[in-house]
Structures are given as structure tokens and as C-alpha cells.
């Protein structure tokens, strides 16, 4: 399945590592840091013209790529369906 960043992107949802919201998580100095070192590393790609309001983290073969987005962290989850899927898990 696939996940629509925004703008001309879209990203598999098996390569999905977390979607963040931009203004709570950018509080904490960690976070900083990996948005910093992954942008110094050329692996930040903006998909918004606009302010942005999420970030989403995907990896593929160990490499991983943030894209800053426009959309709402709380509509990435319910668009990429990872809740639905957690459902379905037999115990």
C-alpha cells in the first residue's frame, strides 16, 4: 500500500517508520539533532509549499529518507490505515 506525502509524493507503507507532528516533537533537543544530521546528510526532502505541520520518517534497505509535509500527522495515520492493521493481529 502507499501513503501520500503531499504535493507529487507518495511512500510505501512497508517503508514507514513513524509519522511525527513538526511542532511537539521539534521541542526536544534529540529530535533537533536528527532532523539537523539528516538534513546535513541530504536525506530531508520537503514536499510542502507550505507551513509545514508533520514529518515522516521511511527507511529502505537501512537508508532512511524524512519527508516534512504539510498534511496533519493525525491525517498521515488515519490515510496510511497502520491502526486497522494493528487491529488485525491474532494473539
Request: charged share 25%; glycine share 6%.
Amino acid at each position: 500500500m502507499y501513503l501520500h506525502l503531499g504535493q507529487d509524493t507518495i511512500v510505501r507503507t512497508e517503508e514507514l517508520v513513524g509519522i511525527f507532528d513538526l511542532e511537539n516533537t521539534s521541542i526536544s533537543r534529540i529530535t533537533k539533532e536528527f532532523l539537523a544530521k539528516s538534513e546535513q546528510k541530504g536525506r530531508v526532502v520537503n514536499v510542502s509549499y507550505e507551513l509545514p505541520k508533520s514529518f515522516v520518517i521511511c527507511a529502505k534497505k537501512k537508508q532512511s529518507t524524512v519527508y516534512i509535509t504539510q498534511i496533519s500527522s493525525a491525517t498521515l495515520k488515519k490515510r496510511s490505515g497502520f491502526m486497522d492493521g494493528i487491529s488485525n493481529i491474532e494473539k
